[in-house]
């Protein structure tokens, strides 16, 4: 029955989508603007993922063996079949109602009124599904049935369910969730909020000019400059190899550098890796990097050893407020979690030393897609606190959708700048980095 799991998995994400824009339209009609972007997006998944893979997946396997061993589960399945042939015509309505609510054609509160009108059936489509549909292939459906079921939907050659088309869906999830106002049900929560340093409002907090750094003959950094404001969420997208990590080592001290690294108004240029992170430069490095045979608390700990004493403990419990899981296990060695529990671990531990610039390497590299959904949600979360962040990450689109602006690196050097929005539309960008 691994396919009733993949479905309740997909229903889930659906359900997260669904709540997320219950929130997106409340403050759409309060302030009478359309997010055309974030709702392009969710229209997006709903017909690429679900119209065109989740529904005939259940349609082709689970309902059509259902039909033949259960008489009784005609009706529903009737029902829940005129959903799957409607939903195109439905969506393609509610796409032509947006493009007039953006041009001002349409009123806002129509608009929402449609969207709110669709999630019902949304849902409660899912509810029957799971209420009605499931206990009855459950109880209907024989061992040679669910094998079947569970080969179609866990087949990685075949090209509508492969390999290739689950990462095409992933990122069109990530594109919902970088472009939500709102969290996607997952993530970081209000309750971990940590007080930055003091520092003075804002101007430029980074400023890095002519920086260059080698690797014995071979130059991986060739004169990059680029600025960070206090506040800014500042995206480097790069292929494997541009120098993405090289340059947050450099600025962390751990990587011999040239050039000017003027931080809070301080030339650091010449100062030592643990008196950056003193001067509130923390890094939560790729690979996370975690002290496996520590347990998670003293990994923490290890974090804010530049702190005084006195607020360690407080800060201990806004981590764990924020990151649960952490709470559960801290006396467990930190080698025991998973990857994505490493990853809440790694930036935790860089949360405790309170930096005035968190530099994230490559936080979603090689978790699951819900944990992806989950890292990024905690960026958003920092984000939405104030912190200025400079983050390196290979899933593009996720990167500068978050981001207030990016700098694209080709081989150790700026190639292109601008904010997040104009590089995630720019047509080069999009061709190289984004699969478009």
Known sequence: ???????????????????????????????????????????DYLEQFVDNCHHPKEDHYLFRLLRQRSPEAAAVLDRLEADHRNAPANLEALRDRLARAAGGQL????????????????????????????PLATQALSAADWQEIDAAFLDNADPAFGTQAQANFRELFHKVASLAPVSVGLGAHSAGELAAPASA??????????????????????????????GETVALVGANG?????????????????????????????????MRMRRGICQSPEGRQVFGPLSIEDNLRLGAYTQPKAQVEGDLDKIYAMFPILKEKRKLPA??????????????????????????????????????????????????????????????????????????????????????????????????????
């Open 335 to 436: 080698g025991t979690l998973s990857g994505g529990q490493q990853q809440m671990l790694a930036i935790g531990r860089a949360l405790m030393g309170r930096p005035k610039l968190l530099l994230l390497d490559e936080p979603s590299m090689g978790l699951a897609p819900l944990l992806v959904e989950e890292v990024f949600n905690v960026v958003k979360t920092l984000k939405a606190q104030g912190m200025s962040i400079i983050l390196a990450e290979q899933n593009a689109f996720s990167a500068l959708a978050i981001a207030d602006r990016g700098y694209v690196l080709e081989t150790g050097s700026v190639t292109l700048t601008g904010t997040g929005r104009e590089l995630s539309e720019d047509e080069q960008v999009r061709a190289a980095y984004l699969g478009m």
């Open 1 to 43: 029955m691994e396919a009733l799991r993949i479905i309740k998995d997909e229903h889930r994400n659906l359900w997260r989508i669904a709540i997320t824009l219950d929130r997106v339209l409340a403050d759409m009609e309060a302030e009478g603007k359309v997010d055309d972007a974030f709702l392009g997006s969710v229209f």
């Open 242 to 274: 541009a120098g993405k990590t090289t340059f947050l080592r450099s600025l962390s001290g751990v990587q011999p550098m040239s050039g000017r690294i003027t931080f809070d108004g301080e030339d650091i240029s010449r100062l030592r890796a643990d």
């Open 201 to 230: 409002p804002g101007g430029v907090l980074l400023k890095v000019e002519g920086l260059e750094s080698s690797y014995g003959r071979i130059k991986a950094l060739k004169g990059i400059s680029i600025e960070v404001r206090r």
């Open 107 to 134: 009123p806002v509160a129509e608009l929402a009124a449609a969207l709110r009108a669709y999630l019902a059936g949304l849902k409660e489509h899912v509810r029957v599904e799971e209420k009605e549909v499931f």
